[in-house]
Structure formats: structure tokens, C-alpha cells
């Protein structure tokens, strides 16, 4: 969840807004993402339009490392529940910061932009 502060981009959710539960093995969160930023909290994840019940490394593997949804769902790793348009959505939501001007995007995401 941390990082996902960090890493969100209103601009490039472009104005989008929504909430989605995560499940991290028996830790369960909701998210609020909007124009505003990201607002993370525990909870049950009830009345989400989208939950990702997933692995922190997993998911970051799908957000920031351009790893296929289909992937991590056929290897058991990701499930999504809900709004699968939404994830797909969502995991453009993020910039990637270079480290230097001649090194590689810290992530496939932004390489692919």
C-alpha cells in the first residue's frame, strides 16, 4: 500500500475514481483512489467494486512490472473478483520514475508508454 501512494498519478488515472479491496492472505484493505490521491485503510473489502486477493511481490510484479494478469492468475497467485475493466485500468495508474536519463524505467509500465 505504500508504495502505491507514492507511485499514483491522478492524472493518470484521468479522473477516475474508485474503490478497491485488496486481501493480502488474512490482511484485508480498501482503497479509495481519486483525483485527490489514495486513501488506504484495513477492512473488509465489502461493497468493492473490484478485489484483488493476491501476494504483495505478485502484484507488484502485475503493476510495475508489466507481468501478465493471466499469468499471475493461472499460476494461483492473483484472483480478481468484480470489475476485471477496472484492474485492467488500474495498473496504468502508476508512474514510473527513471533513475538517471540513460538508465531503463524502474518499471515496464512507464517503458511502454
Known amino acids: 500500500m505504500m508504495s502505491f501512494r507514492t507511485m499514483y498519478s491522478p492524472e493518470r488515472a484521468e479522473?477516475?475514481?474508485a474503490t478497491i479491496g485488496f486481501r493480502f492472505g488474512d490482511e484485508a484493505f480498501v482503497v479509495d483512489f481519486g483525483p485527490?490521491?489514495?486513501?488506504?485503510?484495513?477492512?473488509?473489502p465489502e461493497?468493492?467494486?473490484?478485489?484483488?486477493?493476491?501476494?504483495?511481490?505478485?502484484?507488484?510484479?502485475?503493476?510495475?512490472?508489466?507481468?501478465?494478469v493471466s499469468d499471475a492468475e493461472a499460476s494461483g497467485e492473483l484472483t480478481l473478483i468484480?470489475?476485471?475493466?477496472l484492474f485492467n485500468r488500474f495498473v496504468g495508474w502508476f508512474r514510473c520514475p527513471r533513475r538517471s536519463t540513460e538508465e531503463r524505467p524502474t518499471c515496464l509500465n512507464e517503458f511502454q508508454r
Do not use: H, K, M
Request: charged residues 25%; aromatic residues 2%.
Open 15 to 17: 479522473g477516475e475514481a
Open 36 to 44: 485527490d490521491g489514495i486513501r488506504a485503510r484495513r477492512g473488509e
Open 47 to 68: 461493497g468493492c467494486a473490484l478485489v484483488v486477493s493476491t501476494n504483495p511481490i505478485s502484484l507488484a510484479s502485475v503493476v510495475y512490472g508489466g507481468r501478465p
Open 82 to 85: 468484480g470489475d476485471r475493466g
